[in-house]
């Protein structure tokens, strides 16, 4: 006998289904950040009806993937542990960039000003990770001294958002181009630059893989 108080596992093409909604939600959100349900349904290939039976509106849709993707991104964060700063800086940024594939997606959401706390909250542990590299880095005297760990992790955040939104993700040197926009900003120099990819060359050549995800966007709220 089987126990009926015991939830129910979803069946397998319900959860194919959910799947299909978020991919399609991220690749048509990348396109167009003001999507609408419509849209995101006929992309995943179902009706209208058959979206909202997995997701309540538009809102719940975007907030499941700004959850999934802030799991993957925080879980890469934390692996990072070189202890030069500078290839920290490096491998976060490559990493990152691998786990999307269609990263425009982040900036999508990051425009849209009514997910910016939830995705700065549900990002938190990235940043503090990234706050931690910088003020690290500062201390060993690594990285640029001339403003505080803050805001120097703020302006890291603002130019990796800057080549998200403005490089093509498809192109296999963009991964390449966010890794050296971000070492730039910390404070080194394109020759310095050159000679770390050199000895790393696995992070000049970040690539995007073929996973979706939501790309980390969000404002500084201390």
Do not use: C, K
Not at 9 to 23: F, H, K, M, S, W
Not at 193 to 208: F, I, K, Q, S, V
């Amino acid at each position: 006998m089987t126990d009926a108080s015991a939830p129910r596992r979803p069946r397998r093409d319900a959860v194919e289904n959910r799947a299909g909604i978020l991919a399609a939600a991220s690749q048509t959100l990348a396109l167009d950040p003001h999507a609408s349900v419509d849209q995101i349904a006929r992309a995943a290939g179902l009706s209208r009806r058959a979206l909202y039976g997995h997701f309540d509106d538009r809102t719940a849709l975007v907030r499941e993937l700004i959850r999934s993707g802030a799991q993957r991104f925080n879980a890469i964060a934390q692996q990072v542990d070189d202890a030069d700063s500078r290839v920290a800086l490096a491998r976060l940024t490559a990493d990152l960039w691998r786990e999307a594939a269609h990263v425009q997606v982040a900036a999508a959401i990051a425009l849209d000003e009514a997910h910016v706390e939830e995705t700065a909250e549900a990002l938190a542990p990235l940043r503090r990770r990234l706050a931690a590299i910088v003020r690290r880095g500062q201390d060993d005297g690594e990285l640029r001294q001339d403003m505080t760990a803050q805001t120097l992790a703020r302006l890291i955040e603002e130019s990796a958002r800057t080549v998200v939104t403005r490089t093509d993700a498809s192109s296999p040197v963009a991964g390449g181009i966010a890794v050296r926009a971000v070492l730039s900003i910390a404070g080194l120099s394109w020759r310095e630059t050159d000679a770390l990819l050199a000895d790393h060359p696995e992070l000049a050549a970040a690539g995007p893989a073929d996973t979706l995800a939501t790309i980390p966007a969000e404002e500084d709220r201390a």
